[in-house]
């Protein structure tokens, strides 16, 4: 069996769309089931939108969600991106003379033609095709020019310094037949197609050209990308045979869709993997959410590991129909992941979003930070919600003392239970402040005042929180304990009762 050879082929323009990532990911999954190889090539045909240091970024993107290439660009120890492996270079602004040796080849063998035609001419020709409901479409007038039409344009251009652009000779009868591993078999009338631009006048080839010729050229077995690209598959294929290679096995995966079914783009909200991971969604759950876009395993489990994952995939397993981006799914499947996570680990992973809400980490013992981790991870969906979930604990919070009255309980007698509160919590030895002792410790007080739970242990929790929603109030004084003492729960008791007027 040949060497099963996948690329990933992006433009330098700047963040990843999570889109890129799902093509990269499927790629790079196929490829390890396989025992193949993965390329990561660049294609900056397109020098205007090229974005400066977007190739060290995508490697650095990719090295942290763990999608890994064996070819291609690699990222040294600078930091900066190099080329490494044997079918280089894998940066197609340095392979132009390959394409031009190519380009001059489909010419001379009348496969392609110098389309000398204006900008005007094409605008009018397309608003002429547009009255007449036609589809936009080169209708084929350089094609038609005599060597001496050709010669004498040529002269013209050079002479203005200038350079026409090559189209690609589509056959104008026929079909052309893409044999999808996913979509299954599409067929195309060649008549209909369009006599695409191979090679720009400014010397750079277009991405049909470009995309044939280093797929040839890297041996790649099976390209696996986008639905948009399958309306420019059959002229990748007239490409392939134009030129006499065997063009490699397709596989188009189906677009991903908001839930409104509109495309993801940047006007609906965050498609950038860059902006995910900095919200604090975990790698590995960004990688497992990504590979379930348009991917099913046929089994109850969701939760897979990368090399899990490289067992279980299959093309065969890709549905035809549009995955939806549910970012409820994404938030349940990385509360999944911080789970899994040790106290300790998730105290590294949540220090710099504590740092980013202005707390001062360094103030704080490692045993209280972890403490803090302990009682809000269940709770977690991404890890940059740690800041406003855990505020109260590194400052005292501003108590509303409306929130402290416990339903149909009074203002005073809330005032009343919490100086009660602060002056028992006072006169508590400190071997008694652990969660399971506070607890019986303050219903057993409750008990002898003949209180209700209620209007005493609802003011408490307001007063240590500020919330209305919180941990429950012995999993609130236990954590403040280990990191202020008792007399952080007594300040805050006070306080609070002395906001009540």
């Not at 993965?38 to 090229?50: C, H, P, Y």
């Not at 044939?212 to 309306?231: K, N, Y």
């Not at 509109?262 to 497992?288: C, H, M, T, W």
Request: hydrophobic share 40%.
């Amino acid at each position: 069996m040949n060497t099963i050879r996948t690329r990933f082929a992006p433009s330098p323009t700047g963040f990843v769309h999570i889109g890129s990532l799902r093509t990269a990911l499927f790629a790079f999954l196929f490829a390890r089931k396989n025992q193949g190889h993965i390329i990561l090539r660049v294609e900056d045909t397109d020098q205007n939108r090229k974005v400066e240091g977007a190739v060290e970024n995508l490697l650095k993107v990719m090295k942290t969600v763990g999608v890994e290439f064996d070819e291609g660009f690699f990222l040294n120890d600078a930091g900066l991106a190099e080329q490494k492996g044997e079918f280089g270079p894998y940066l197609q602004s340095q392979r132009l003379d390959l394409y031009h040796e190519h380009i001059a080849k489909l010419v001379e063998e009348k496969k392609a033609y110098y389309c000398f035609c204006s900008e005007q001419r094409l605008e009018d020709l397309r608003k002429e095709q547009t009255a007449l409901k036609k589809p936009p479409m080169y209708d084929g007038h350089c094609r038609r020019l005599s060597q001496d039409e050709i010669d004498k344009q040529m002269a013209e251009f050079k002479a203005a310094g200038k350079n026409p652009v090559v189209r690609f000779a589509i056959p104008t009868s026929g079909q052309t037949i893409i044999e999808d591993l996913i979509y299954g078999k599409i067929v195309y009338e060649n008549q209909l197609l369009d006599d695409q631009v191979l090679l720009k006048s400014d010397g750079f080839p277009t991405y049909h050209l470009a995309v044939v010729i280093d797929d040839h050229f890297m041996q790649i077995s099976h390209v696996i990308r986008g639905e948009e690209w399958i309306p420019s598959t059959p002229k990748h294929i007239l490409l392939y045979q134009a030129f006499g290679w065997e063009a490699p096995k397709f596989a188009h995966l189906p677009l991903t869709l908001n839930p409104d079914k509109s495309k993801l783009s940047k006007r609906q909200g965050d498609v950038a993997v860059e902006d995910f991971l900095a919200k604090g969604y975990l790698p590995e759950a960004l990688i497992n959410f990504v590979a379930f876009l348009g991917w099913n395993p046929k089994t109850e489990q969701e939760i897979f590991s990368l090399e899990e994952l490289i067992n279980q995939f299959d093309l065969n397993k890709i549905n035809k129909s549009a995955p939806i981006f549910d970012v409820g799914k994404l938030d349940w499947m990385n509360s999944v992941y911080i789970k899994t996570k040790s106290d300790v680990e998730l105290v590294e992973l949540l220090k710099p979003y504590w740092e980013k809400a202005g707390v001062e980490i360094n103030k704080f013992s490692n045993e209280f930070l972890q403490a803090v981790t302990a009682l809000e991870k269940e709770r977690l969906k991404k890890l940059s919600e740690i800041g406003e979930r855990t505020g109260y604990y590194f400052a005292a919070p501003a108590v509303d003392p409306k929130l402290l009255v416990w339903k149909k309980s009074t203002s005073e007698d809330a005032k009343s239970k919490l100086n009660e509160l602060a002056e028992f919590f006072e006169n508590l030895p400190e071997e008694k402040f652990s969660r399971e002792n506070l607890e019986t410790e303050v219903k057993n007080f409750i008990a002898a005042k003949n209180y209700d739970n209620g209007s005493t242990l609802w003011p408490m929790r307001v007063a240590l929180t500020g919330l209305e929603k919180s941990p429950g109030p012995f999993d609130a004084a236990a954590v403040l304990f280990i990191g202020y003492g008792k007399q952080e729960i007594v300040k805050r008791l006070k306080s609070a009762a002395a906001s009540i007027i």
